[in-house]
C-alpha cells in the first residue's frame, strides 16, 4: 500500500547499505552522520530537504565553512513530496555540474502542456481545447521545459554533491530553541535534541510506519548563521514568531485536494504531457510525468481534486475531511475526472491529502536588536529559507525551485561575508529585501491560479464570478501566459538597491548604455568562442557557482584593434592599487585556501599556458574579455600586454542558429553576443554571483567608466586594511 504522508512525521525505516552510502530502490546517498562532536559552527542549517542542501552543497562548494546541517528524519524522503524543477532552477544546477547534468538525465522533462475541458456537445466526457508549449522560446533559457524528478533523487543528488565536497547531514537531530547573545563571533546559541525512528502501530494496510520521537538527549551548540530551512511547519519560525514578532500571514481555500504518485496503463493520449484536466461534474485533474521506477516504468503525479462530486461541492471542511481520503477514493475520483478514458492502476507509491493555503512571513532573516535581558545582538545572523518562508498549493511547481534559489541567493552573500569581501550589514539585508518580494509575488499568483484550477473565484476579482465557463478556461491559460516568466524563474526581476543600479547615472555617473541588459535581471544567454581551444560556449556557464564564488565581469570591447586603446587603459586602471581587484581582498582564512581556490579550474585558465595566462588578478572578481573579433585573427602576442584581461579570452565570433545576423567573415558570425546585450561598441557588465545583472559601466569613456565599476563595489564590499588606506 502507498504511504500516506500524514500518516505520521517519520518514514518507514529500511536499511541496505553499500560502500558507505544507503540504497532504496533507485535510491543512493550516503550515509548520515549520528554524532555531533563540536559546539562551534560557522553556519547552522534545520532541515536536509532541497532548500538546507542546497544551501549546505553551495557552502561545501565555496569552501572554507564549518557547516552543520540536522535533520529530524532518520533518512532522506524516500516517496512523495515535490517534483517539478523549472527552467531557471535548471540552469542554476547546471552552473553546478555534475548536478544539472545528472537531475536531467534521470528526469522526465515536459515540453508540452495540455488542457482538457467538458464537452462542447453536453455529453459527458472531457476533450481536449488547446496544447500549448510549455514555455515561450522568447525565454531566452537552454532547457524549455519542466524536469519531472522525485524529491528523494534529488535529495540525493544534492548528498552526493555535499560528499563531493566533504560535507554530510547530521541524522536523527531536531532544533529545539536558539538564544542570542552578544557572543561577536557565536551570537546564536541553539538547543538541538537527539531523536529516534520507533516502529509503532501499522498504517490502513498494515505496514509498520516509523514515528520519530525524541530520546531526552540534547546539546548545546554556538554558530555564526542559524538557518530554518525545515518547511511549512518549521519550529524556527515558531521561534521568531514566538519571540521576535515574525508573523507568518495568509488564507486558507476550503478546497481538498490529493496527489498521487502511480504507475498507470491507459488510453488517455497526453499522459506523458503536463496535462490540466477540468470535469463538468467531479472537479479538475493535473497530470505531470515523472521519472520512471526502479522496474523502468514511468510515473505520474495526479493531483486530484477530492472534495466535489456531482457538481456539488462537499460542505464538509477541508480540514476536516482530510483524514478521511484514501487512495482508493483518490483513484476513483481520478477515473470519473477523465472519463472517457480509462486509467489502470499498476501500482501506487504514494499518496497524501491537502487543503490548500498561501502564506508568506513578515521576514526572512531576524534584524539587529536586544533580548529581553538587554543584550544587543547582530543582525541577520537567524534565517529561514524555502517552504519556512512561504507556503503554497503544489500544482504550480514554484515551491521547491523558490526554495533552491532562496538558498542559493543566501548561500554567495555568506560567501562573500565570511571570506572578508562584503558588508555583513549591508549584503545580508539584501536576502531579506530580494527574496521576499519574490516570495509575496508567488503567493500573489499561487492564489489566483490555484482558486481558478479549483473552479473558485479569486480573491478581489469579482468580475471572474460573471464569467461564463467558457470565458473562465481562457482567463485560467491567460493566468498561466502572463506569469510565464515568472513560473520559469526566469524572469525573477530584483528591485533597485545597493546591488542593482537600475539607474547608473543616479548612483554610478554614467549614462545607461544598452535596453537589452538591465540590473535585477538574470544575465541573458549567449554564445561566444573561447579563444584557448575555439570551443564555442555558453558564456553563463563558463563560471560555475563553486569555489571561489566571486563576480563575473563581461568585458565587451567591440573590435580587438580599434578598441586595443581601450583596453590598455582599463588593464592600466586594474593594475593599479586603487582599483576594486586589488581593494578587495579575501581575509586570511579565505587565503589559506587560495591553494584549492577552486575546486575545479575553468576551462579557460586551465591550459598551461605560462606568463600570467592562467591566472588572476584577484579570483573573486572573474574578468572575461569578450571582443568582437574573428579567432583565426588573434595571436598571442596582441593581448600579452593586457595585463589581468588576458587570462580568458573568447571571441564573439559565433551566433547559436548560425543565422541570426548578418555580419559576416569567413563563414562565421561575428558580434552576435555585442548586438544581443545591445552593448555594439562595447561595454563592461557587472554580473553577481547568483548570474543577475548587478551594473553595466561603458569601457569607452575611460576613467569615468572605471569609476563606476568602484562606486558599484564600494557600496557592498568592504576594503582590505592596507587597501583602505592607498585609496584615502
Known amino acids: 500500500m502507498p504511504t500516506q504522508a500524514f500518516s505520521a512525521p517519520g518514514q518507514v525505516v529500511e536499511e541496505a547499505k553499500a560502500g558507505g552510502h544507503h540504497a532504496h530502490g533507485t535510491h543512493n546517498y550516503p550515509d548520515p552522520l549520528t554524532h555531533i562532536d563540536r559546539t562551534s559552527w560557522d553556519v547552522t542549517i534545520i532541515g536536509a530537504g532541497p532548500a538546507g542542501l542546497m544551501l549546505a552543497s553551495s557552502l561545501a562548494r565555496f569552501g572554507g565553512f564549518d557547516v552543520l546541517v540536522i535533520d529530524e528524519r532518520s533518512e532522506p524522503t524516500t516517496a512523495g513530496r515535490a517534483d517539478g524543477i523549472q527552467p531557471r532552477t535548471i540552469e542554476v544546477l547546471r552552473n553546478m555540474e555534475p548536478l544539472g547534468s545528472e537531475f536531467f538525465d534521470r528526469s522526465a522533462p515536459s515540453y508540452e502542456r495540455t488542457f482538457w475541458d467538458p464537452r462542447s456537445d453536453g455529453q ?40 563531493r565536497h566533504g560535507q554530510r547531514v547530521t541524522r536523527p537531530w531536531a532544533y529545539q530553541n536558539f538564544e542570542m547573545t552578544d557572543d561577536p563571533t557565536y551570537p546564536v546559541t541553539v538547543t538541538l535534541e537527539k531523536m529516534k525512528p520507533v516502529l509503532e502501530s501499522t498504517n490502513e494496510g498494515g505496514a509498520p510506519i516509523s514515528i520519530i520521537k525524541p530520546t531526552g538527549e540534547t546539546k548545546t551548540i554556538r554558530t ?44 488517455f493520449p497526453d499522459v506523458r504531457k503536463i496535462a490540466a484536466i477540468h470535469s463538468k461534474n467531479h472537479g479538475a485533474l493535473y497530470i505531470f510525468p515523472r521519472e520512471n521506477n526502479e522496474k ?68 526572512y532573516s531576524l534584524p539587529a536588536g536586544k533580548t529581553a535581558d538587554g543584550v544587543s545582538f547582530p543582525g541577520h545572523r537567524v534565517l529561514l529559507a524555502g517552504d519556512a518562508c512561504h507556503t503554497h498549493s503544489p500544482k504550480a511547481g514554484q515551491g521547491m525551485n523558490t526554495a533552491i534559489i532562496d538558498s542559493q541567493a543566501l548561500a554567495w552573500r555568506i560567501n562573500l561575508v565570511e571570506k572578508g569581501l562584503a558588508d555583513p ?95 535585477g535581471r538574470r544575465l541573458q544567454p549567449a554564445w561566444a568562442t573561447r579563444w584557448s ?14 569555489a571561489p564564488g566571486g563576480f563575473r565581469l563581461y568585458v565587451c570591447a567591440g573590435d580587438l584593434n580599434k578598441n586595443m586603446r581601450h583596453l590598455e587603459a582599463f588593464a592600466q586602471h586594474l593594475a593599479s592599487p586603487h582599483s576594486f581587484v586589488n581593494r578587495f581582498r579575501a581575509n586570511q582564512r579565505a587565503l589559506l585556501l587560495q591553494h584549492r581556490a577552486y575546486h575545479q579550474l575553468p576551462t579557460s585558465l586551465n591550459t598551461g599556458l605560462a606568463d600570467g595566462f592562467a591566472s588572476e588578478a584577484n579570483p573573486f572578481f572573474h574578468l572575461l574579455l569578450i571582443v568582437k573579433t574573428q579567432r583565426f585573427n588573434i595571436e598571442i602576442e596582441q593581448i600579452q600586454h593586457l595585463g589581468a584581461l ?66 558599484y563595489f564600494e557600496g557592498f564590499l568592504r576594503p582590505a586594511p592596507v587597501a583602505q588606506k592607498t585609496r584615502l
Open 124 to 163: 459527458r466526457g472531457i476533450e481536449r481545447t488547446r496544447r500549448v508549449q510549455s514555455f515561450p522560446t522568447d525565454m531566452e533559457i537552454q532547457d524549455n521545459c519542466t524536469l519531472g524528478l522525485q524529491q528523494g533523487l534529488i535529495e540525493g543528488g544534492f548528498l552526493r554533491d555535499m560528499e
Open 224 to 267: 555564526k548563521y542559524l538557518v530554518g530551512c525545515d518547511g511549512g511547519r518549521s519550529r524556527l519560525r515558531k521561534t521568531l514568531e514566538d519571540r521576535h514578532n515574525f508573523t507568518f500571514n495568509g488564507d486558507w481555500v476550503d478546497t481538498l485536494w490529493a496527489a498521487l504518485d502511480c504507475v498507470v496503463e491507459t488510453n
Open 296 to 363: 523502468g516504468e514511468p510515473i505520474i503525479r495526479c493531483y486530484t481534486q477530492v472534495n466535489r462530486l456531482e457538481g456539488e461541492k462537499s460542505k464538509e471542511s477541508a480540514l476536516d475531511a482530510r483524514d478521511k481520503v484514501t487512495a482508493e477514493m483518490v483513484m476513483k475520483a481520478i477515473k470519473e475526472i477523465a472519463y472517457p478514458y480509462n486509467f489502470n492502476f499498476k501500482g501506487v507509491e504514494w499518496f497524501t491529502c491537502y487543503p490548500i493555503g498561501q502564506r508568506l512571513i513578515s521576514r
Open 425 to 519: 550589514d549591508i549584503l545580508l539585508s539584501t536576502y531579506h529585501e530580494e527574496r521576499h518580494a519574490t516570495g509575496k509575488q508567488l503567493i500573489d499568483f499561487d492564489s489566483e491560479y490555484s482558486a481558478l484550477f479549483s473552479g473558485e473565484v479569486p480573491k478581489n476579482t469579482p468580475h471572474v464570478a460573471q464569467m461564463t465557463e467558457a470565458e473562465k478556461r481562457e482567463h485560467f491559460i491567460n493566468i498561466q501566459r502572463r506569469n510565464a516568466a515568472f513560473t520559469t524563474g526566469a524572469g525573477v526581476i530584483y528591485a533597485d538597491n545597493v546591488l542593482n543600479h537600475r539607474d547608473p547615472q543616479k548612483k554610478l555617473g554614467v549614462a545607461k548604455i544598452t535596453d537589452k541588459l538591465e540590473p
Open 533 to 546: 581551444n575555439s570551443q564555442p560556449v555558453r558564456m553563463i556557464h563558463e563560471i560555475q557557482f563553486t
Open 646 to 711: 588576458k587570462s580568458m579570452l573568447y571571441c564573439d565570433d559565433i551566433e547559436a542558429g548560425h543565422g541570426a545576423f548578418k555580419v559576416t567573415l569567413d563563414d562565421q558570425f561575428v558580434g552576435g553576443l555585442h548586438d544581443k546585450w545591445g552593448l555594439p561598441n562595447g561595454g563592461i557588465v557587472v554580473v553577481r554571483p547568483d548570474g543577475y545583472v548587478g551594473a553595466i559601466a561603458p569601457i569607452d569613456q575611460g576613467q569615468v567608466g572605471f569609476e563606476a565599476l568602484e562606486k
